[in-house]
């Protein structure tokens, strides 16, 4: 079972070095969000994709762009890397609604030097 | 803005006891709560939720949380824990917006347990 999948899992980048990482879901969920894990900090939501064709910031948006390129994907870009981005990144997707559970990829280590 | 606190960052328990692990909700009206868990190096887990109802709810792993609104907290709890139960524990809250939804978490409790 596949669930939601994230590419790559580790990556180290040069600051001002461009990226994107990749995020796709196989459960037909409407809903997709990348998140970052500092330690310490918890989770705090980039963007969030509430379906095909929206998307909206979080409370972390600076300096990440995202697209929803169909139902299935979801992707993170960093444009030009800052040594702040270094951080775990969760993608993560959800049926569209309140009472739905949401469901977490298993991570991408970035490393921004 | 609806948030979670988790009042402790780290608790080490011994293998055998019990556990209980706080979090506590800031939002005025009955909130979604969640409580997930993350082993090292992978993603999240869902242990449990709450959205009505039953203010004590069953989850995975012999987790169980109790909603209390008089004191704002949706603590989690285990009667033995477990070696395998060490980890990072998440509470997270469900909060809407114009376009959506979406979950803003605890800073998390790690929990050791030890022999």
């Known amino acids: 079972n596949a669930g939601v999948t994230q590419t790559p899992k580790f990556q180290v980048l040069k600051t001002g070095q461009s990226m994107t990482l990749q995020c796709a879901q196989d459960?037909?969920?409407?809903?997709m969000y990348w998140y970052r894990q500092d330690p310490g900090m918890g989770l705090r939501l980039i963007y969030y994709?509430?379906?095909?064709?929206?998307?909206d910031k979080g409370e972390v948006p600076n300096g990440y762009n995202v697209s929803r390129l169909n139902k299935r994907e979801f992707s993170l870009r960093l444009e030009s890397a800052a040594p702040s981005q270094t951080s775990v990144y969760f993608c993560?997707?959800?049926?569209?609604?309140?009472?739905?559970?949401?469901?977490f990829g298993e991570g991408s280590w970035l490393t921004v030097v | 803005a609806q948030s979670v606190t988790q009042p402790d960052i780290h608790i080490t328990v011994s293998e055998g006891a019990s556990l209980e692990l706080r979090c506590n909700y800031s939002?005025?009206?009955?909130?979604?709560l969640f409580w997930y868990v993350q082993s090292p190096g992978q993603g999240l887990q869902l242990l449990l939720k709450y959205f009505s109802g039953d203010t004590l709810v069953q989850g995975i792993k012999g987790f169980e949380a109790e909603f209390k609104r008089s004191q704002s907290s949706f603590n989690l709890r285990k009667p033995s824990v477990h070696w395998s139960d060490a980890a990072e524990y998440f509470c997270?809250?469900?909060?809407?917006?114009?376009?959506?939804?979406?979950?803003?978490f605890g800073k998390g409790t790690s929990l050791l347990v030890t022999p």
């Open positions: 993560a997707s959800s049926q569209q609604g309140t009472r739905n559970t949401i469901y």
């Open positions: 939002y005025g009206a009955t909130p979604y």
């Open positions: 997270a809250v469900g909060v809407k917006s114009n376009s959506g939804y979406a979950l803003n």
């Open positions: 459960m037909n969920h409407n809903s």
């Open positions: 994709s509430a379906s095909e064709g929206t998307t």
